[in-house]
Structure formats: C-alpha cells, structure tokens
C-alpha cells in the first residue's frame, strides 16, 4: 500500500487508546482490532454531504486521528490495513456482499470491505474487519475456517460454506443474536485478493451513487464496552450488552445534531443538514 510514510503509528495507537507491545502477533492484532472497533465510530457524513471521502493516508490520519471524525469501510480498513502493515503483519483486501437484511447472496453488489491478515506462528490467516459498523460485526478478528464457531469481546461468530457456480469457495460470516436466539448472516464473499485501486472504485460509487444508502441519510454506528448504538435516518437504536434492543425517533434537527456529537462523538460538519 502507498504513501505508507504519512502514516502516524503512534499517533493512531494513541488515539486508539492501544497501549500494550507491538509484536506482529496474534495478541497484538486482537488487541489494535478491539481497541479500533470500539474507539472510532461509523458514520457517512462526508457522502451525505456529496462527496466520497478520500482514502490518502494523510486525509485518515487528519479526519479520524487528530479530528473529532470516524469513518465508513473503506476509511476503516484502510486505516488499520496501514497500522497492521507497520507493525508487521502482511495484510490483503477483501471484498464482500452484504446479505445482512438482503433477499439473497446476490442481492448486492461486492463492495464492503474487509481485510486478510497472516499472524507470524498461527497456520491459517484472519478475517479483520474494524469497518462494518453493526451489531453483529466483529470486534476481534476471526480465523479463516469454516465451520468454526469463534468467541470474542462478547460476540459469537462463525463461517459457513455458501453453494456457488464460480471456481472459489463462498463463505458467509454469521453473527449470533442473542435476542432472536439465532445466527445471521452479515456478509458473503471469496478470498480472491482486492487491492487500493478496487477500493477507490468502490468508494466513489457508494460515495456519490444518488441511489445508495450512503447519500441519502445519516448512517452512524458506535460501540462501547456495555452498548451499540445505530442511526439510521432518523432512527437511533440500542442494543446492550445482554441483547436488550430499544429505539426511539429523533425529533428534529437540533436532537440529531446533539445525539451525534454527544453520543457518537462526531462534529458534523459545518453546513450539513441531517434530517433534510
């Protein structure tokens, strides 16, 4: 990956809150990916402004590192492909179809991101992925098995095989809901390797595409150790830690505006109507 030199490890560990070693290791990678997960939150202001964000390592590192500012997939990912880089591991991209709410495997297209991950000593590689968002999303990395139920930071989930007509296997990650007592599944996809340019793709037509989700109201997904909080549009939802689900209705602009800079953390930017 490029211009990995306008990338600021420290800085990134610090806004992260990561302070344990930094051995390219199965413990540091869990580690950088729990504390990512739950210190930088998802949201899509700058596509609901009409712009697709940049993924420069230099424009990460001073919207989500030094700004009051998350991010959506693709900024994500990138952010902890660079981190994973330097210190260590050897990283590749994913891509994925998200089935979470979708009729089928195929109703979307490939465009969520993700990130393969080889840890010095394990046999198999990781699926990593800070960029989903959901309460089902993962808060520590997983192996790449099939088949395996994995544990982590209070999350259930596991990869299952999916029938495909193409040359390479289809695996689906599933979350496990606690309230429905029953596992869904979040996203699909193949380990054929993605690379940057694929990802600049993607992001400009999830970024400015007037037909996608992204463009057309506010998205924001924020998790804490005890809750997981979601906007969408003008929805807020919480789901705790034991599984208990509320939501309520913002009332209007200035109640958005507060919730997302109080309870997301964010600043939104200036001129920037949420619920117009």
């Not at 800070?130 to 088949?147: E, H, K, Q």
């Not at 939501?247 to 930017?269: H, M, N, Q, W, Y």
Request: include cysteine; aromatic fraction near 8%.
């Amino acid at each position: 990956m490029a211009a990995i030199e306008q990338f600021d490890l420290d800085a990134y560990l610090d806004r992260i809150g990561r302070q344990g070693g930094r051995q390219p290791g199965l413990e540091t990678l869990r580690g950088v990916h729990l504390a990512h997960a739950l210190s930088l939150p998802f949201e899509n202001l700058d596509p609901l402004s009409g712009r697709a964000p940049s993924l420069a390592p230099g424009d990460l590192m001073a919207k989500m590192i030094h700004g009051p500012r998350g991010g959506y997939c693709y900024e994500q990912n990138t952010l902890m492909w660079l981190a994973l880089e330097a210190l260590g591991f050897r990283v590749g991209g994913l891509a994925a179809r998200v089935v979470l709410g979708a009729p089928t495997p195929w109703s979307r297209p490939r465009t969520h991101m993700m990130l393969r991950v080889e840890v010095p000593g394990e046999p198999e590689p990781y699926l990593a992925d800070v960029g989903f968002g959901a309460s089902g999303s993962l808060l520590v990395p997983i192996p790449l098995i099939t088949g395996t139920e994995s544990e982590g930071a209070g999350r259930r989930h596991r990869l299952l095989p999916l029938p495909s007509e193409g040359p390479l296997e289809l695996l689906e990650l599933q979350a496990y809901d606690r309230q429905e007592r029953a596992w869904v599944g979040q996203y699909a996809f193949t380990l054929e390797p993605f690379a940057a340019s694929d990802y600049e793709v993607f992001n400009w037509h999830v970024g400015t595409n007037p037909r996608s989700p992204f463009t057309r109201r506010p998205y924001l997904q924020r998790t804490t150790a005890e809750r997981h909080l979601a906007l969408d549009g003008d929805r807020l939802t919480e789901t705790r830690a034991d599984g208990t689900v509320t939501e309520r209705k913002l009332s209007d602009e200035a109640e958005a505006r507060r919730v997302v800079e109080e309870e997301f953390g964010i600043t939104v930017p200036e001129g920037l109507t949420l619920l117009g």
